[in-house]
Structures are given as structure tokens and as C-alpha cells.
């Protein structure tokens, strides 16, 4: 971090460590919308993006907003978490290779065990390996598992269906690699935040539809499923939430600017899910996604795959990019690392 973003930092775990009460004074009376209350610390991010005068990310060119997130990621993060080993590599993509980076906390050192390979976040047009890091940290740790990130090419530059197709490639090449990284290649799940949530869920589709090597397990944290119709969490929580609706549409045209069709792309559409892996999709109460996500989850359930919904009422899209502010997005990564660790011991 350079020292303007240490001293945002600073003050955000400042804030952070304020007693509730002078939270509240900051952050204003409570919100509340259908039927649920926001999250305290939640409420204290709106308030201070709102104050921070940036433009929405809609406004902004792909530079601009990838920018924006790479300068406030690190500092969302939190502190990052010491692992054993936190090594760069490369792996196959669709059209070439792909920068990737691969977490060994201690306890998954020696014997091959499990590996999950992660998407990122970004509406398919922003983030990468770097603006997660830390939430990849805290999840190797919570999950004893390997955990490798996968840099995927982002629109509108590579436009769908590229994003899927490297999503694809990689976890094919994370399987044949299996000894190389240190995984065992029955224990291999796909993880995502977000647009990384679509990617996990399409690379279980596709890989269960093919015949090929599939996940083990999928963890869809406030995933997109839907691209065509909005569900009503789009229209309730179209604005105010940091994800907006009006900053999804901008992501969304951003992906299919090639032409890609809306309904083939939406994992919520896909004709028949029997046979993909078991999954735990994760939500936000206060999400535009929300809805969508929580429909795939019924979908799964009703063509019979083990499919686990967890909706963390309080919080607001991108909680898993803020493990250093609040105690909600920390526990929220350290639980789904236990859902994992639970999951692939099982196989």
C-alpha cells in the first residue's frame, strides 16, 4: 500500500473499533427495507462512500473503475492474513495463460488435500488477483485448503464468453496439475464472489454437462444467476447499497458487448441442473443479487443437488472484499471456510 492508503487504513480500522453508540452517531438512525435491518458497519461504509465524492462506477471508464478498486481493496482488507506460503504462478486459460496465485496455509502442507479454485469479483470488468488477496488469505486459513486465484480475462476487452471459457480452462488445468499443487484432485471445489460466483456456477454446469473432470463442491458467494429479467431485490435495492442497479446494467453491457446472448449466459436459465456438484450460495440481505441467487438455490434444490442457502441479512454486496471492516464480513469468510473444510473432508 502506498501511504495515502495506509492512512485510510488507519482510520478505517479506527472506526472499526468505535463502540456501537458512537457507530451510530456516524453512521445515522437505522435503515431499514423489507423487513430487514442494514448492518451497523455496513451503514458506516455507505455513509463514508457517499461523503468520498467519487463517481459511480457507471460513470467511469473500465480504467477508471479497475483503478478505483485496486486503491480501495487493500484497504477494505484489512490486515493480511500470514499464511505458509503465498507463491505466484501461471495456468491455462481458453486463449493462453493466466496469471494466478496459489495460498498454502500450514496445516495444508505436506499430504495432497484440498484445493479450491477462486474467481474473483468485478462484474466481470474490474478486480483481480490483487483486490482479493486478503479475503483469499482469510479463506485458506478458515478452510485448511489450498486456495489458487485465477486472473480471467474481463470485458469489455474479452466479452463473454471468454470469462467463462477461462473459468473453464483453468479449473481443467488445476485438476491436471493436481500433484504439482499439492491438491488432491477429488477435493477440488470452485469458489467465486459475485461475477466469480457466475463463473463457479457455469464451470459446474459445463463441467457436468461435458463429462469432464467436475467440482467436488461450489461456494457462490451473492452470485449473478440472472441476466435477463430483474428479480424484485434488483428494483428494492436499486439504489443506495453501494452495488446498484444502474451500476449492474453497466457491467452487464459490459460483459455481452460481443454479442453474447443474456439467457445462455444466466446460470439461473440453464435447462437442466441434475448432476452438478453440491453447493453453498451465499447471500446479502441488503444485495440487488440477492433474490437471483437465493432462485438458484431452489432451482439446484429442485433437480436434486445438495444445495445449502445462507443469507446474511444485515449485509450489502461485496461484504467478502471487507474482512477489515466489522466483525460481519470476517466471520461471514471464516464460516464459509468451515462449510469447505466440512465439504471436501467429506469426499
Not at 477461462?166 to 471445489?189: C, Y
Given at each position: 500500500?502506498?501511504?495515502?492508503?495506509?492512512?485510510?487504513?488507519?482510520?478505517?480500522?479506527?472506526?472499526?473499533?468505535?463502540?456501537?453508540?458512537?457507530?451510530?452517531?456516524?453512521?445515522?438512525?437505522?435503515?431499514?427495507?423489507?423487513?430487514?435491518?442494514?448492518?451497523?458497519?455496513?451503514?458506516?461504509?455507505?455513509?463514508?462512500?457517499?461523503?468520498?465524492?467519487?463517481?459511480?462506477?457507471?460513470?467511469?471508464?473500465?480504467?477508471?473503475?479497475?483503478?478505483?478498486?485496486?486503491?480501495?481493496?487493500?484497504i477494505?482488507?484489512?490486515?493480511?492474513?500470514?499464511?505458509?506460503?503465498?507463491?505466484?504462478?501461471?495456468?491455462?486459460?481458453?486463449?493462453?495463460r493466466?496469471?494466478?496465485r496459489?495460498?498454502?496455509?500450514?496445516?495444508?502442507?505436506?499430504?495432497?488435500?484440498?484445493l479450491?479454485?477462486?474467481?474473483?469479483?468485478?462484474?466481470?470488468?474490474?478486480?483481480?488477483?490483487?483486490?482479493?488477496?486478503?479475503?483469499?488469505?482469510?479463506?485458506?486459513?478458515?478452510?485448511?485448503?489450498?486456495?489458487?486465484?485465477?486472473?480471467?480475462?474481463?470485458?469489455?476487452?474479452?466479452?463473454?464468453?471468454?470469462?467463462?471459457?477461462?473459468?473453464?480452462?483453468?479449473?481443467?488445468?488445476?485438476?491436471?496439475?493436481?500433484?504439482?499443487?499439492?491438491a488432491?484432485?477429488?477435493?477440488?471445489?470452485?469458489?467465486?464472489?459475485?461475477?466469480?460466483?457466475?463463473?463457479?456456477?457455469?464451470?459446474?454446469?459445463?463441467?457436468?454437462?461435458?463429462?469432464?473432470?467436475a467440482?467436488?463442491?461450489?461456494?457462490?458467494?451473492?452470485?449473478?444467476?440472472?441476466?435477463?429479467?430483474?428479480?424484485?431485490?434488483?428494483?428494492?435495492?436499486?439504489?443506495?447499497?453501494?452495488?446498484?442497479?444502474?451500476?449492474?446494467?453497466?457491467?452487464?453491457?459490459?460483459?455481452?458487448?460481443?454479442?453474447?446472448?443474456?439467457?445462455?449466459?444466466?446460470?439461473?436459465r440453464?435447462?437442466?441442473?441434475?448432476?452438478?456438484?453440491?453447493?453453498?450460495?451465499v447471500?446479502?440481505?441488503?444485495?440487488?443479487?440477492?433474490?437471483?441467487?437465493?432462485?438458484?438455490?431452489?432451482?439446484?434444490?429442485?433437480?436434486?443437488?445438495?444445495?445449502?442457502?445462507?443469507?446474511?441479512?444485515?449485509?450489502?454486496?461485496?461484504?467478502?472484499?471487507?474482512?477489515?471492516i466489522?466483525?460481519?464480513?470476517?466471520?461471514?469468510?471464516?464460516?464459509?471456510?468451515?462449510?469447505l473444510?466440512?465439504?471436501?473432508?467429506?469426499?
Amino acid at each position: 500500500m502506498n501511504a495515502s492508503q495506509r492512512i485510510q487504513a488507519a482510520a478505517v480500522r479506527a472506526l472499526a473499533a468505535l463502540p456501537a453508540r458512537a457507530k451510530r452517531r456516524l453512521a445515522g438512525p437505522p435503515v431499514n427495507r423489507d423487513g430487514l435491518e442494514l448492518d451497523l458497519d455496513a451503514q458506516l461504509v455507505i455513509r463514508f462512500n457517499e461523503r468520498s465524492g467519487r463517481p459511480p462506477v457507471e460513470q467511469r471508464t473500465p480504467e477508471q473503475a479497475r483503478a478505483d478498486m485496486r486503491h480501495s481493496a487493500p484497504i477494505a482488507g484489512g490486515r493480511p492474513v500470514e499464511l505458509a506460503e503465498v507463491r505466484d504462478i501461471d495456468v491455462k486459460g481458453a486463449a493462453g495463460r493466466l496469471d494466478a496465485r496459489l495460498y498454502v496455509p500450514a496445516e495444508a502442507q505436506g499430504t495432497p488435500g484440498p484445493l479450491v479454485v477462486f474467481f474473483h469479483g468485478g462484474g466481470w470488468v474490474i478486480g483481480d488477483i490483487d483486490t482479493h488477496d486478503a479475503s483469499c488469505r482469510l479463506l485458506a486459513q478458515a478452510s485448511g485448503a489450498r486456495v489458487l486465484s485465477v486472473d480471467y480475462r474481463l470485458a469489455p476487452e474479452h466479452p463473454y464468453p471468454a470469462p467463462v471459457d477461462d473459468a473453464l480452462a483453468a479449473f481443467r488445468d488445476a485438476v491436471a496439475r493436481a500433484g504439482e499443487l499439492g491438491a488432491d484432485p477429488d477435493r477440488i471445489a470452485v469458489a467465486g464472489d459475485s461475477a466469480g460466483g457466475h463463473l463457479s456456477a457455469l464451470v459446474a454446469q459445463r463441467a457436468a454437462a461435458d463429462g469432464g473432470p467436475a467440482p467436488a463442491y461450489q461456494v457462490l458467494i451473492y452470485p449473478v444467476t440472472e441476466l435477463v429479467d430483474d428479480y424484485p431485490s434488483k428494483l428494492i435495492f436499486a439504489e443506495g447499497f453501494l452495488l446498484t442497479k444502474a451500476s449492474m446494467d453497466w457491467y452487464e453491457a459490459h460483459l455481452l458487448s460481443g454479442g453474447g446472448d443474456a439467457g445462455e449466459a444466466s446460470p439461473l436459465r440453464t435447462e437442466r441442473l441434475d448432476g452438478v456438484a453440491p453447493a453453498f450460495i451465499v447471500t446479502a440481505g441488503f444485495d440487488p443479487l440477492r433474490d437471483e441467487g437465493e432462485a438458484y438455490a431452489a432451482r439446484l434444490r429442485d433437480a436434486g443437488v445438495p444445495a445449502v442457502l445462507r443469507r446474511h441479512p444485515g449485509q450489502i454486496h461485496g461484504f467478502f472484499n471487507m474482512p477489515g471492516i466489522g466483525r460481519g464480513p470476517r466471520d461471514a469468510i471464516i464460516e464459509i471456510g468451515g462449510v469447505l473444510r466440512t465439504a471436501l473432508a467429506a469426499r
